[in-house]
């Protein structure tokens, strides 16, 4: 069984007023930050992303996927990197989430079981789509979903097999949406 690491990073950041996933936060752009956590599981990594942006990403040993239409959101985005990387499962991070680490990467690839297709954790019963593992398996589903226009990763899950794994967590799964978003004196080095 092999595990892909996917970062979604060709969202609008249109909350943020600019490129949200190239913010420094603790010495790196936060992009990065899903980065490490993967390659510290030995776990491939692609990031899909845009023309746009491409540019200013800067790394060795990550395939890019660039989406030729952009910011179709990120279900279309798993999509095309289904389509596009030969894997059993993926394993979704945003570029947005300044707390991801390697333990949480470990973590959720151990409750991977033959009998689902998605793994998802959740944080206070909150689903955490953009942090979790997708099964190949998903793909069909996932396109017909795009097809009939549900275009959020929970329409995929309402017609897949998901495993949820609660995991009391809610610092692990804060993502960047706004700058107000940055806890307190955690962002000290970009401002
Ligand atoms: N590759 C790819 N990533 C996306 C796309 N849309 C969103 N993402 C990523 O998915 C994560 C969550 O995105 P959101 O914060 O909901 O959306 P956003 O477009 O980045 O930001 P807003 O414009 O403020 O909604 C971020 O890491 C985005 O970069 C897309 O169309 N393609």
Not at 21 to 39: S, T
Not at 164 to 177: A, G, K, P, R, S
Request: aromatic content about 10%; hydrophobic content about 40%; charged content about 20%.
């Amino acid at each position: 069984m092999n595990i892909t690491g996917v970062i979604l990073a060709g969202g609008k950041s249109s909350r943020y007023g600019k490129p949200k996933m190239f913010e420094r936060f603790r010495g790196r752009p936060l992009y990065k930050v899903a980065v490490d956590a993967f390659e510290k599981n030995a776990l491939p990594v692609v990031i899909a992303t845009n023309e746009t942006l491409l540019s200013h990403f800067s790394d060795e040993n990550v395939t890019f996927i660039t989406e030729q239409t952009p910011h179709e959101g990120p279900l279309y985005a798993l999509t095309h990197v289904m389509e596009q990387v030969e894997s059993d499962w993926y394993f979704v991070v945003a570029a947005d989430m300044p707390f991801i680490d390697a333990a949480f990467i470990a973590t959720l690839c151990r409750q991977i079981t033959a009998n689902c297709d998605a793994v998802i954790p959740t944080s206070n019963d909150n689903w955490q789509p953009l942090a979790a593992l997708y099964h190949r398996r998903a793909l069909e589903q996932a396109k017909q979903a795009l097809f009939d226009n549900q275009r959020s990763m929970r329409a995929l899950l309402h017609q897949v097999r998901v495993s949820f794994v609660e995991m009391n967590d809610t610092t692990t799964f804060l993502n960047i949406n706004a700058v107000e978003d940055w806890p307190q004196g955690d962002k000290g080095d970009n401002k």
